[in-house]
């Protein structure tokens, strides 16, 4: 079956730590790929996306990504984070026009 | 300018009862998507339309879910005989082309508990 897989669940880093969020999916061809964050109250807000070319895009509030079609991953990275990054992050992947989302990784940020 | 917007934001309903719950995309957005969104999980596709069409309705769960977009602006999902079951966040997303290519902005979604 298609499917996206986020692993982790829940993250906790200390606020100026790197992070990386992990996606995998499970798809034959090279699809689109996003990564959406939702605050609480929120709506889901866009990140960045893929969709061909330079493997590795970038995003607002200076989160990256890159694609790695032999490991089938897309993982988001920050190289510091801030306490306004607490929120709960998706990974996506588009199949005719809709949005296959994976579970969700929640990110706390300790001061 | 104006967002995606929902209402009512939060709607608790008997079991039983039916809802109907609207969608606002912003406008001149041609496509607007529903997803389910249950506790702790990511949001799941249930319609798509392009303009008044409705496209794709592969992900309803039963026939109790229906959705209409009689203009091609406003939408309304309606859920007939709640079910425990359905309690969950729905979200709306519109877009402004018909290709995947095009960004889906998402409203604030509509918070339903089905007691």
């Known amino acids: 079956a298609q499917s996206v897989t986020q692993p982790d669940i829940h993250i906790t880093v200390s606020e100026g730590a790197s992070l990386e969020l992990r996606c995998n999916y499970s798809?034959?061809?090279?699809?689109?790929l996003f990564w959406y964050v939702q605050s609480p109250g929120q709506g889901l807000q866009l990140l960045l996306k893929?969709?061909?070319?330079?493997?590795l895009v970038q995003g607002i509030k200076g989160f990256e990504a890159e694609f790695k079609r032999s490991q089938s991953s897309f993982n988001l990275r920050k190289p510091s984070v801030h306490w306004s990054d607490a929120a709960e992050y998706f990974c996506?992947?588009?199949?005719?026009?809709?949005?296959?989302f994976g579970t969700g990784t929640r990110l706390q940020v300790f001061p | 300018g104006a967002g995606v917007s929902q209402s009512p934001r939060y709607k608790v309903a008997k079991r039983g009862q039916d809802v109907a719950l609207r969608c606002d995309p912003i406008?001149?957005?041609?496509?607007l998507f529903w997803y389910q969104q249950a506790l702790g999980q990511g949001p799941e596709f249930l319609t798509y339309?392009?303009?008044?069409?409705?496209?794709?309705k592969s992900g309803l769960p039963s026939d109790r879910f229906f959705a209409e977009r009689p203009e091609g602006s406003v939408s309304t999902l309606k859920i007939q005989r709640t079910q425990q079951e359905d309690s969950a966040v729905y979200l709306c997303?519109?877009?402004?082309?018909?290709?995947?290519?095009?960004?889906?902005?998402f409203g604030p979604g509509t918070r339903l508990t089905v007691t």
């Open positions: 893929y969709f061909s070319g330079d493997t």
């Open positions: 406008s001149g957005h041609v496509s």
């Open positions: 798809y034959g061809a090279t699809p689109y």
């Open positions: 996506a992947v588009e199949r005719t026009d809709k949005l296959i």
């Open positions: 997303a519109s877009s402004l082309g018909a290709a995947a290519t095009y960004e889906q902005y």
């Open positions: 339309f392009q303009n008044e069409a409705q496209l794709d």
